[in-house]
């Protein structure tokens, strides 16, 4: 034990949530001979809870943080650790113990601190780190209740240790694999907890539990879904044919083999990548897992692919089916869907084996992908069966049978098809009023359509109501619907909605929970017929319901909830509804508004895509059309599509021109460069920052020279002119100091100046690297992500990791190198951010290899690969072509080496060489030459290398190039030997060109 009396009192903080923790710890210490002190012994009720807090921390010597989410998110959590960190900034007197107890990273400033890891140990094993930590000499036994799993048994509070190890963090679902099958024993154990499938969400309340005469399609759908390897199934017919019904027909036929759930792109939840996700978490049988898979989904620090894989691994075998409906209200004008989150989680699925989940996609539309079947549905109801369907309406409305006589039931089918919602809306308009049938059939006879006829039956209340819900095209609150009809009381909109619900013209979502408000929709084929006719009251109703969304938008900003595209929904609402009624201007103002906050920091700007098509084809003036062309060009540049990307920076360039706004056209030049730069032109990219430094002359321009003078000196980093470079970055320091002296600057310019410091800072750092540098590159990128971080540039920050991950593997420390890996990675995945995704997946792949992990190395390097575009796309796949081949799969490898050549080869003659590139290009080809025993690959990878080499060969170059080719011939030590040889001579470093 310590002999210092000094450090042998503890003050123990925590989360309320995890006070079992606390107790354990507490108990452990003393019994050990420590003293302790923690809120649930010593803060008695009557005592101010922050002076005692205050007084616990002071009137002990050490701190132990017990580590969880909650904690992490707790204030005064911090603050209490804050106080020993403070005395003890080093860490040397070891006055702050971290103890983690869950999975969770310490962020900030706890990051520095190594914690006592008990996450995944069992009590003997959680009780010697614990003691050990605290005092090296002797672990005591103990008699606490301890928190953790136990042979048999879980505790009182549902406390348990993870199944995963820290080292397996970044195995997600091999976690949640051992979690399960350290439950499965114990499912029983679970009251009330049925293993038996069941429906999620439920399937929708105005389709008849029972549907006849639909033998055919559903038996050419149960063969569809059949079929070796189906994933995603298409069921497609037109509006009101009855695929809702055929479709909750087959699930409910499924009930007892198979989990369902169902979304509709027209309900509520909304349908999306994360509510597709939260359903197959939902399926699994045991409620632990459930639980499990709950938390998974909401940490931040998993991309959407990561959280697809933990569930998936927990789900096993079990048979899955989520039903999407309304699908195109998702598609665009080629059958597209234009979520992009969506599409890459539903092609993900449709490409992974080993899983048992299926989708079926009921669509108006067909949709455009090679790995969807579908069925048609074509026909209407037989008319016997188009009897019972009615007797099946009348039974649930309580009416009673619609008696028809024959050349009225000829008339009925004749009009309705025999289809079944044009029959239901018939239906609903003369139920109880056997007398009108006859002359409603009459009319529309003669022409008038059953959308006029159910407007002429509306009563005024009904009709504002109705009216509503078609201007706002989505599910809705009642509060939503009297944002827009305003003279008339909630009591009245209320029986208004029963009417028009019990009418079969709205849908009702139904309530989740108690705190839930029901919402309600028209279906979207029947929208138009509620649309008022008058175009300026429409147009007055969008701008109201647009108001309302950006007003919920304001509200759930103002309470902190803005973490995800989900949290942005109402914004997004807002912005379509704003186009809806012409309003662009307001449109581009919360576009802008939303990127600058939000979507910019995410790399996520692609979102917006859908709204700014639709701006560019609206007429507004100059300065709209160049702030919709840049933002255009940003978000084409995050989806890869590079050449689109520089076609509207070209153009927001040229109507900039027209305007003479000089400070606006640095500004598009800087963006025409860094797009250029993406797609690994160099040349040209430099080109147009020489030209934005030459445009310069005074006042906010100078800071845009200075960001031109750092993307000036990333590309001649690149072509290898180092001193150039560092010239560059100097002249870039002397303007952020002018620009930071000038009068009219504000806070909003210091925080700039300091986030274009720290990009100078990883540039100093990216040179020191390629120097051969390593410690130098590992200070200088710790400054720039410690200055990024301060000052709220994320993606920046987890650049800086990168790069100290690169800078530590290639000075043979490949543990810190992992360690900054994983935290660049976890960054890149909490913002799906696609370059950081595609640089920080190309490391770990490496990392992984150098440990012969290749499931992971693979993990890494694919999730890359699907973020790739430009020359770290080639990086990725040459990766993930290294990967395949060490895991004996010669196609795959082959393939991903083509592709990351394809890549190279789409720069043009007239570019500079670079040796990032041409490495890459020997590196891919040296693999071909492996696959195919190919003399001319070699010999082609050989004069790669070489002329890489002239072009730069300091001592990082080298080594990076010796580390990556070594990964390639590791299970083949005398595959191109020349290469080898080539590798192993170490070259005087080159001079710059």
């Not at 038996?219 to 009101?240: C, N, S």
Request: aromatic share 6%; with cysteine; hydrophobic share 45%.
């Amino acid at each position: 034990m310590d002999k210092d009396p000094m450090l042998k009192s503890f003050f123990i903080s925590y989360a309320t949530e995890d006070r079992d923790w606390a107790e354990w710890i507490a108990v452990e210490l003393e019994a050990a001979g420590y003293l302790t002190r923690y809120q649930t012994a010593d803060i008695r009720p009557g005592k101010d809870f922050v002076h005692e807090m205050q007084k616990g921390v002071i009137s002990t010597s050490r701190v132990i943080a017990v580590l969880t989410p909650a904690y992490l998110a707790s204030q005064f959590g911090a603050a209490e650790w804050g106080v020993a960190f403070a005395q003890d900034p080093r860490g040397e007197l070891g006055l702050l113990i971290p103890v983690r107890v869950q999975p969770c990273e310490p962020p900030g400033l706890l990051m520095t601190r190594v914690y006592v890891d008990l996450v995944g140990s069992d009590e003997v094993a959680a009780r010697k780190k614990l003691l050990a930590a605290v005092d090296r000499e002797r672990p005591r036994p103990a008699k606490a209740s301890f928190p953790g799993v136990r042979a048999g048994l879980s505790s009182p509070r549902g406390v348990r240790f993870p199944a995963a190890s820290p080292a397996a963090a970044s195995n997600d679902s091999e976690a949640l694999k051992q979690m399960d099958q350290q439950l499965s024993p114990h499912r029983a154990e679970s009251p009330g907890d049925s293993l038996k499938p069941r429906m999620i969400r439920p399937l929708p309340g105005f389709v008849p539990p029972r549907v006849t005469g639909r033998e055919k399609v559903l038996g050419e759908l149960k063969a569809a879904l059949q079929r070796p390897g189906a994933v995603l199934t298409a069921l497609l017919g037109e509006a009101g044919v009855g695929k809702t019904a055929v479709a909750a027909k087959f699930a409910r036929e499924q009930e007892g083999d198979c989990a369902v759930d169902y979304l509709t792109a027209g309900g509520y939840p909304a349908l999306n990548a994360a509510t597709v996700l939260e359903g197959l978490a939902a399926a699994h049988p045991n409620a632990k897992i459930r639980a499990a898979l709950t938390t998974r989904l909401i940490d931040r620090d998993l991309s959407i692919l990561a959280k697809l894989d933990a569930v998936l691994s927990a789900l096993g075998g079990q048979r899955v089916l989520i039903i999407l409906d309304d699908l195109e209200q998702l598609l665009d004008d080629d059958g597209k869907l234009r979520d992009e989150t969506l599409l890459a989680l539903l092609e993900d699925l449709a490409g992974r084996d080993r899983h048992a989940v299926q989708v079926l996609l009921v669509t108006t539309q067909r949709l455009r992908s090679p790995v969807v079947m579908s069925v048609g549905m074509l026909e209407g109801l037989p008319p016997e069966e188009l009897r019972e369907f009615l007797s099946g309406l009348a039974s649930a409305t309580g009416t009673g049978l619609l008696p028809m006589s024959s050349r009225q039931w000829g008339l009925f089918t004749g009009l309705t098809r025999t289809w079944p919602r044009p029959a239901e809306r018939i239906h609903g308009m003369v139920a109880g009023r056997p007398a009108m049938l006859q002359t409603l059939l009459e009319t529309m006879t003669s022409g008038r359509s059953l959308g006029e006829l159910t407007v002429a039956a509306l009563g005024d209340v009904e009709l504002d109501v109705a009216q509503a819900l078609a201007i706002y095209g989505r599910p809705v609150s009642a509060e939503a619907i009297m944002a827009l009809v305003r003279e008339t009381t909630h009591s009245r909109i209320a029986e208004a909605l029963t009417s028009l619900v019990d009418r079969r013209i709205v849908r009702g979502t139904g309530r989740r929970s108690e705190e839930e408000e029901e919402r309600f929709s028209l279906l979207p084929a029947e929208r138009a017929d509620f649309l008022t006719a008058d175009a300026e009251i429409r147009v007055t109703l969008q701008r109201s319901a647009a108001h309302y969304f950006y007003r919920c938008g304001r509200e759930i900003e103002a309470v902190g909830r803005l973490r995800s595209l989900t949290d942005l929904e109402a914004y997004l609402d807002s912005i379509e509804l704003y186009l809806d009624c012409g309003d662009g201007e307001r449109a581009l103002r919360i576009i802008k508004e939303v990127d600058d906050r939000y979507l910019k920091g995410w790399g996520q700007t692609w979102v917006l895509v859908v709204y700014l098509r639709r701006l560019s084809s609206m007429p507004t003036n100059t300065h709209a059309l160049v702030l919709t062309d840049s933002l255009l060009g940003r978000a084409l540049l995050q989806q890869g599509r590079l050449k689109e990307a520089v076609e509207h920076v070209v153009r927001a360039g040229r109507r900039n021109a027209e305007l003479k706004d000089n400070e606006n056209q640095l500004i598009l030049l800087n963006q025409l460069g860094v797009s250029y730069l993406a797609q690994g032109w160099v040349g040209a990219a430099l080109d147009a920052f020489q030209e934005a430094v030459e445009l310069t002359t005074s006042g906010r321009e100078v800071w845009s020279r200075a960001d031109a003078r750092y993307n000036e000196a990333i590309c001649l980093t690149e072509l290898g002119k180092f001193d150039a470079a560092t010239r560059a970055i100097a002249s870039a320091r002397q303007d952020i100091a002018e620009h930071a002296a000038g009068e009219l600057t504000s806070s909003a310019d210091d925080a700039d100046n300091a986030r274009l410091a720290a990009r100078l800072l990883l540039a100093d750092a990216k040179i020191a690297l390629e120097k051969g540098e390593y410690v130098r590159s590992i200070v200088l990128a710790e400054q720039a992500g410690e200055e990024a971080r301060v000052n709220g540039a994320e993606i920046l920050a987890g650049t800086c990791d990168d790069l100290r991950a690169w800078a530590y593997l290639l000075d043979g420390d490949d543990v810190s190198a992992t360690v900054a890996a994983q935290t660049a990675h976890r960054l890149a995945a909490e913002t799906s951010h696609p370059n950081l995704l595609r640089i920080t997946g190309t490391t770990l792949a490496l990392l992984h290899l150098r440990r012969s992990d290749l499931a992971n190395a693979h993990a890494a390097a694919d999730l890359a690969v699907r973020s790739g575009h430009g020359m770290p796309g080639a990086g990725a796949y040459a990766l993930r072509g290294i990967v395949e081949w060490r895991r004996r799969r010669r196609r795959p490898a082959e393939d991903d080496f083509v592709r990351g050549l394809a890549i190279l080869q789409r720069v043009p003659n007239t570019e500079p060489k670079l040796y990032d590139s041409l490495d890459f290009t020997a590196l891919q080809l040296a693999g071909l030459a492996l696959i195919r025993h190919s003399a001319p690959d070699e010999e082609a990878a050989l004069d790669a290398y070489q002329s890489a080499v002239e072009l730069a060969d300091y001592p990082g170059i080298q080594a990076r190039r010796r580390s990556l080719f070594r990964e390639l011939v590791a299970d083949d030590r005398d595959g191109l030997a020349r290469l080898r040889a080539l590798l192993r001579v170490r070259a005087t470093p080159s001079p710059e060109p």
